[in-house]
């Protein structure tokens, strides 16, 4: 398993979805701006008041410093050896800001250096850039009256930050070190960072809650657009969503208002000429069988007296009983599809054995010879067994009439439901018509335009399968086409609307024109 399968599995996709939910993303903006300008003006805050501090703590000690240094070095007696020198460290450093002072003087090389405390500053405590730098004279000019000059530089001592200052007293005076603790600023400065740290945390937990706020009182419109496109999405077109205010929300609301009134004003439209055309088929279809009752009743004699007829009229009269047929057919399954989609169609279930109806299905028509059954008997489900018939009819009589003999029906049992599989030995069907097999008028070969078929066996078939609580799948097996058909074995759900259906679906439903 790869690193992000192993990911995947350990934040489900719920958990995603709350990660990358809007208001998540707006409290992690609201925080991340607020950490951002937040740390900024701590960081600028500490940084200026750090170089305030040390700036006045090292002017202070500096000037101290010199000021304590020219005093103390006048009263330094000529060839001075180290009491002296030691005891001017020691008024020099007594001055009251304690800070400790170092002073050598090179023309007495027996005393390297003298200090105020010389178990803790020594001259090797000193810098060497620092050394180098008091003691290389400057060069005298208008703007620069004194060759020497007192520098300083802020290093840490065992880990302890000093000041330490130089200046070499001229002219041929010693040079004198100052060691001054910076240890308070530094305890000063670390409470000024701790503090504002605090204040960076609450600034965050406040952005944060304010936030949550902000998005409560944004979001707030957004969930009630989202549920009212959902209530829309579902079917409800009267969904309206109260427009407060003038600002872009309130437009928004205003938008969605137009566009579902627009929507319902389509919809209703296209719904009257739905509904006017599905009378449109009914009417014609009931008002087309009475006179074809008629036409059927007189070419069922014309065809029994065809063979007495002339051989020159005898072809017409066959052409004109087919024809017939046909149409009484076309008009019979018109009058089905027409139950279908005014949502009347209605079933008449009861327990029957799936193998007792097929071979009732395969016997009333005559296909036991070319029809190889395997339904082992006692398998029952709760179907209408007329709708039933007609979906049977329209499977083998199509894989009869299109795929070839041998036609094999299967039929096996799950654990909740009966499947029945309908396969032939012809050549399959192309895989651009499979996705159209079961569509209403839909022929593979447009020119068959006037085959027996209507193109409408198939989704009669699987609107029967449909009511049932099944369905009916096409697909290509091993040698020509294989349908299954899979209903389930407790009795389906009463249908929402439904009416009682007059005349049974007529064998014309046999037809797969699509294949």
């Not at 945390?201 to 944060?208: K, N, R, T, V, Y």
Request: glycine content about 6%.
């Amino acid at each position: 398993m790869t690193d992000h399968q192993t990911t995947a599995r350990r934040f489900p996709a719920s958990r995603w979805r709350r990660l990358r939910s809007l208001r998540v993303r707006l409290i992690a903006v609201f925080a991340a701006v607020a950490l951002l300008a937040a740390v900024s003006a701590s960081g600028i805050a500490y940084w200026l008041n750090r170089d305030a501090v040390l700036k006045r703590a090292q002017d202070t000690a500096l000037n101290d410093f010199r000021v304590s240094l020219s005093r103390n070095v006048s009263e330094l007696p000529l060839n001075a050896g180290c009491p002296e020198l030691a005891a001017l460290a020691s008024n020099v450093a007594s001055s009251g800001l304690n800070y400790d002072v170092v002073v050598i003087d090179p023309a007495h090389p027996e005393c390297p250096s003298a200090s105020s405390d010389p178990t803790h500053f020594t001259l090797a405590d000193v810098p060497t850039a620092l050394q180098s730098t008091v003691a290389k004279p400057r060069e005298v000019t208008e703007n620069n009256p004194y060759p020497y000059h007192l520098y300083w530089q802020r290093q840490n001592l065992e880990g302890r930050p000093f000041l330490i200052g130089g200046t070499k007293v001229v002219p041929n005076g010693p040079t004198a070190y100052m060691f001054k603790s910076l240890e308070n600023e530094r305890a000063d400065l670390n409470t000024l960072g701790w503090s504002l740290a605090v204040a960076t945390l609450l600034a965050l937990i406040g952005s944060a809650l304010l936030a949550q706020a902000a998005s409560a009182t944004v979001l707030r419109p957004v969930k009630r657009l989202g549920d009212a496109a959902r209530r829309l999405g579902e079917g409800h077109l009267d969904t309206r969503l109260e427009v407060e205010g003038s600002d872009e929300l309130a437009d928004l609301a205003r938008t969605f208002n137009l566009a579902a009134e627009s929507l319902h004003e389509q919809v209703e439209e296209l719904s009257a000429r739905e509904a006017q055309s599905r009378r449109f088929v009914a009417d014609m279809s009931h008002e087309l069988r009475t006179p074809l009752t008629a036409m059927t009743a007189v070419t069922d004699i014309l065809e029994d007296e065809a063979e007495s007829l002339d051989p020159m009229i005898e072809p017409a009269v066959r052409l004109v009983v087919s024809e017939t047929r046909r149409l009484s057919d076309l008009v019979e399954n018109l009058m089905e599809v027409t139950r279908f989609d005014a949502g009347t169609a209605k079933l008449v279930a009861d327990e029957v054995d799936i193998a007792d109806l097929i071979m009732s299905c395969i016997d009333g028509r005559a296909w036991y010879d070319a029809v190889e059954l395997d339904a082992p008997r006692g398998i029952l489900a709760v179907v209408d067994p007329r709708r039933l018939d007609v979906v049977f009819a329209n499977l083998i009589g199509n894989a009869l009439k299109h795929g070839g003999s041998p036609v094999r029906v299967r039929v096996r049992q799950t654990a909740d439901s009966v499947v029945v599989e309908v396969s032939d030995s012809g050549p399959g069907i192309p895989e651009d018509v499979l996705p159209h097999v079961f569509d209403r008028f839909y022929k593979a070969d447009r020119g068959r335009a006037r085959s027996e078929g209507s193109g409408l066996g198939l989704s009669i078939a699987m609107a029967n399968a449909q009511i049932h609580g099944g369905t009916i799948t096409a697909a290509n097996g091993e040698v020509g086409a294989v349908f299954t058909l899979t209903l389930p074995s407790a009795p389906p759900p009463p249908p929402a609307a439904g009416g009682a259906e007059r005349g049974p679906a007529r064998d014309a439903a046999q037809d797969k024109d699509a294949t």
